[in-house]
């Protein structure tokens, strides 16, 4: 993915032109810059894909990982309370 880069000075400044105190301005920014974490898609990044289909097949792939992902995590959280309810009834008197 290619780098996007982010004015956070020039974001600051619109903020507070806009009406926010420079406090607040930054905290807003701050959280923007930690909630996309440099994981924006970019105009290059979207041109790889030709056509409207070829990004639903990755996006229907990324899903389809992430549902697997879930249920193994899943069946991990069923295994660990079962083996620990089983420990804990062996360890009971």
Same mark, same amino acid.
Do not use: C
């Given at each position: 993915?290619?780098?996007?880069?982010?004015?956070?000075?020039?974001?600051?400044?619109?903020?507070?032109?806009?009406?926010?105190?420079?406090?607040?301005?930054?905290?807003?920014? !701050?959280? *923007?810059?930690?909630?996309?974490?440099?994981?924006? =898609?970019?105009?290059?990044? @979207?041109?790889?894909?030709? +056509?409207? &289909?070829?990004?639903?097949?990755?996006?229907?792939?990324?899903? !389809?990982? *992430?549902?697997?992902?879930?249920?193994?995590?899943? =069946?991990?959280?069923?295994? @660990?309370?079962?083996?620990? +309810?089983? &420990?804990?009834?062996?360890?009971?008197?």
């Amino acid at each position: 993915m290619g780098a996007l880069t982010f004015d956070t000075h020039k974001a600051v400044t619109s903020l507070k032109n806009a009406g926010f105190d420079e406090a607040q301005a930054e905290a807003v920014v !701050a959280t *923007l810059g930690e909630a996309t974490n440099g994981r924006l =898609a970019t105009k290059d990044d @979207l041109a790889d894909f030709t +056509t409207k &289909a070829d990004l639903r097949t990755v996006i229907a792939e990324l899903r !389809a990982d *992430l549902y697997r992902q879930m249920w193994l995590m899943g =069946a991990s959280i069923v295994t @660990l309370n079962v083996t620990l +309810t089983v &420990a804990l009834v062996k360890l009971l008197p």
